[in-house]
C-alpha cells in the first residue's frame, strides 16, 4: 500500500503543462512519388538532354534512422537500359516529418551490389511533408539528374 501511495505521488507530481514544442518525427513507413526527370549534359558530354514523365522512386527508412533511396526503373541517358539503383544510408538532416539529405559523394547499388563504375555526386534530395513533395539532383557521369514528384 506504501508502495502504491508513493507511485501515486510521483506520478501527480509529473508536469502536464509541458510547454515545449512537440517534435513530429520523420516517417517510419516508405514513401513513395511518382514524378518527371530531366538530366541535362554537362559541357562537353558526349549525350543529350534527356526527361522524362512518370518516374517512380521511394525513400525507405531503415532500423538506424537513415534513408535508402530507392529508383525502381531509371535511367540518364537515351542509351542507357532502364535499371534499377539504389542510394543506401542517407542522413536526414530535416526536423519533424520533412526530410532532406546530401552527400558529396557516394556509390549507389545495381543488383544489390556497389555500383562503382558511375559513382554519384553533389547528391540533394528534400521531401516536404507539408506539400508531400520530393526533389531530388546529382551528377553521374556527365550528367546533372533532377527529379521532382508527388506522393
Known sequence: MIVFALLSGFAACSDDENNE???TPAPTETLSFTGKLEALPDEGSRFEA?????????????ADGRYHLLMPEIKFVAQMPWLS???????????????????AETIPYFMGAPYDAFPIANL?????????????????NTMLVRYTGQR
Open 21 to 23: 514544442t512537440p517534435v
Open 50 to 62: 534527356f526527361s522524362e514523365e512518370g518516374i517512380a522512386m521511394q525513400l525507405q527508412p531503415t
Open 85 to 103: 539503383i539504389e542510394v543506401r544510408d542517407l542522413q536526414d538532416s530535416a526536423e519533424g516529418e520533412s526530410i532532406r539529405f546530401e552527400a
Open 124 to 140: 540533394s534530395g528534400l521531401y516536404d511533408a507539408a506539400t508531400g513533395s520530393f526533389s531530388l539532383a546529382f551528377d553521374c
